[in-house]
């Protein structure tokens, strides 16, 4: 299993609960918000975490997350010959950074009308790229950095700019220069590697298995295209400011499907 699961409750969720896990199941992992959970099921069984249907692999084998605003009790069920049982699972909250931004001018706020619909199709296509649910498990791998470089952005953080509340922050910030090279934390197959995405510019999502997928973006350059299958610590592009970005960083994001997840809580300390 990997390293994570091992130190990640001791490490980094301070409060984060141990469910027992109901008969026929084992896990491992970080009941609180952001985190990932990984487990093992007897045959037969059927599981809904909410109103998402959890796959369960051909080995017994599950995973499955929780949302940046997860409530602090999401029901489980567990099926098994005919009959449900429901369960509650105890999800640990946390206290994410706010900032308040006052004066900025409208146009730095809300994008263009003339790029709407560009928006749209483009949020559309991420959107199905992060549905797909493959028998990989390369998600179990020992995760490492994709990029070196200090954090200047952390999973959960927010901005209200001019008295409005904007999306919070998703994912993991990693400060670089300009060309620094990206490479793959965990194998798994590029499923998305776009040089143009107007909000994140030079953007690549890789599909690691079961639901798990990673997105790497404002990317000045990608080295890996739709369809290549990586292997863990290969380079798949470089650092870049490109789409809406202040600076060269690599904005780094992990979902399991569509829920947010935090990178993060993956990793060991940065060398």
Same mark, same amino acid.
């Given at each position: ?85 429901? !369960? ?80 919070? !922050? ?58 290549? !299958? ?42």
């Amino acid at each position: 299993m990997i390293r994570w699961l091992a130190v990640c409750l001791f490490l980094f969720t301070g409060g984060a609960y141990a469910n027992e896990p109901p008969p026929g199941l084992t896990w491992q992992g970080d009941f609180s918000q952001g985190g990932l959970v990984i487990g093992s099921a007897e045959p037969g069984l059927l599981i809904r975490l909410g109103e998402r249907v959890v796959p369960v692999a051909g080995d017994g084998r599950f995973v499955f997350g929780f949302g940046r605003d997860e409530p602090a009790s999401v029901p489980l069920m567990v099926t098994r010959g005919g009959k449900t049982e429901q !369960h509650a699972l105890r999800v640990a909250t946390r206290t994410y950074d706010i900032q308040r931004i006052d004066g900025l001018p409208p146009a730095q706020v809300t994008p263009p009308p003339a790029v709407l619909e560009r928006i749209r199709r483009e949020n559309a296509r991420i959107a199905e790229v992060r549905q797909r649910n493959t028998p990989r498990q390369d998600f179990l791998q020992d995760w490492i950095w994709p990029a070196k470089g200090p954090v200047s952005g952390v999973y959960g953080s927010q901005r209200i700019l001019n008295g409005e509340p904007r999306t919070p !922050h998703f994912g993991l910030d990693i400060a670089a220069p300009t060309g620094s090279p990206v490479v793959a934390p965990a194998s798994g197959e590029v499923v998305l590697a776009e040089k143009d995405i107007y909000f994140t510019g030079g953007t690549i999502i890789i599909d690691h298995g079961m639901g798990i997928n990673s997105a790497y973006s404002h990317l000045q350059s990608l080295t890996v295209k739709t369809g290549q !299958h990586v292997k863990q610590g290969q380079q798949i592009g470089t650092v870049g400011a490109t789409g809406r970005t202040t600076g060269p960083h690599l904005d780094w994001r992990l979902n399991w499907f569509d829920v947010r997840l935090d990178p993060q809580r993956l990793l060991p300390p940065q060398p």
